[in-house]
């Protein structure tokens, strides 16, 4: 069987298996091994970013020993602006080229050259796939884009593994939070459950949910999530152009808080690590009560979904307000009524 059978019967078994096992960690084991099988590699190691390091960690690989992987992180994410800008990058002498560092390690790993190409998901690179080669390789067009159509299956199988655990983890928690609605009127003991698992769910620094003040015209801090004293004492909270379109039943995505004009303690915020804000009015009924606002300390696009998901959870918390309300109002009127009957069984 020619190469190219085998790259086509190898892309038709991993789609295969995308379609019989949701497990992330069973498809890119499928991916590496395949990448060394049909490539005859030395080993393969997939990364992938994080973002808060600004490094890409390796998630799996096969053929690379632990003293080689403890030197290579930190160096993982360099030249990745040239292998978007190119589509790869094909290292001939992994031992010498100035693109790629630890050539010492490289050396005594046995590695002679290396293939690198992008993982993307919706058009941004989340990692990099990698061979690696015990023998000097020019590596022809066709293996190239058979590992980069590996890497774009990776690129499918992370996208589709992260839709399942968010889809998991948002069916819990609207569970978990209907039940705490249900059975508590600690309005904010429920917010600060709220806070805690929206900064889980999204991944970000920072939550705080801010109440209307009508009389003095600032929003009173009520819950947070992640931030720090020094940041929530930073003054009061008045009514800033971005808070004013949440309230206007508008969610505002602030994508750089250190060249937003119209943010409101930006230096503080800047000192706080804080990147990129979302920020989503809180309802009861009609009305719009409060603000709830997500902290990033990453550059963060937040996406339609997750401004949907945000929304949704804000709307929870004005339902608990709104019932806990409800309850306290009632609570008045009766003890108003029965006030009312005792004074009338007077006139007896």
């Not at 379609?19 to 997939?46: F, P, Q």
């Not at 290292?91 to 290396?114: L, Q, T, W």
């Not at 971005?242 to 915020?269: F, G, S």
Request: include cysteine; proline fraction near 3%.
């Amino acid at each position: 069987m020619s190469k190219s059978k085998n790259y086509f019967k190898t892309i038709c078994n991993v789609s295969k298996t995308f379609g019989t096992t949701y497990d992330k960690e069973k498809l890119l084991d499928v991916i590496v091994d395949s990448a060394i099988d049909i490539m005859d590699g030395k080993a393969v190691c997939l990364f992938l970013e994080d973002e808060r390091k600004n490094v890409f960690v390796p998630v799996t690989q096969k053929g690379l020993s632990e003293n080689y992987l403890h030197a290579e992180p930190s160096q993982a994410k360099i030249g990745v602006e040239d292998i978007l800008t190119g589509g790869h990058i094909a290292i001939y002498d992994a031992v010498s080229d100035p693109r790629v560092e630890n050539h010492e390690a490289k050396k005594a790993e046995g590695i002679a050259s290396i293939l690198v190409v992008p993982i993307r998901v919706r058009e941004k690179a989340i990692g990099i796939l990698s061979l690696y080669t015990s023998d000097p390789r020019k590596f022809k067009e066709d293996e190239i884009d058979f590992l980069g159509a590996l890497a774009e299956q990776a690129g499918m199988a992370i996208s589709n593994a992260r839709l399942v655990d968010r889809m998991r983890m948002n069916t819990e928690f609207f569970h978990d939070l209907a039940v705490n609605i249900n059975s508590t009127l600690d309005v904010k003991k429920i917010l600060q459950i709220m806070s805690a698992d929206i900064a889980e769910i999204l991944g970000v620094k920072g939550i705080t949910i801010r109440l209307v003040n009508e009389e003095s015209g600032t929003l009173m801090l009520v819950t947070n999530f992640g931030l720090s004293k020094k940041y929530l004492d930073k003054g009061p909270f008045y009514y800033d152009k971005t808070t004013l379109e949440a309230l206007k039943k508008r969610p505002v995505v602030t994508k750089d808080v250190a060249v937003d004009e119209n943010v409101q303690y930006r230096k503080e915020k800047m000192e706080e690590g804080i990147v990129s804000i979302l920020a989503v009015p809180i309802h009861a009924r009609d009305d719009v009560i409060g603000v709830l606002k997500l902290y990033s300390d990453v550059p963060r696009e937040f996406t339609e979904d997750d401004i949907m998901l945000v929304t949704a959870m804000a709307h929870q918390g004005g339902l608990a307000i709104q019932n806990a309300s409800m309850y306290i109002r009632l609570q008045e009127d009766k003890k108003s009524l029965e006030e009312d009957v005792w004074s009338h069984r007077m006139w007896f």
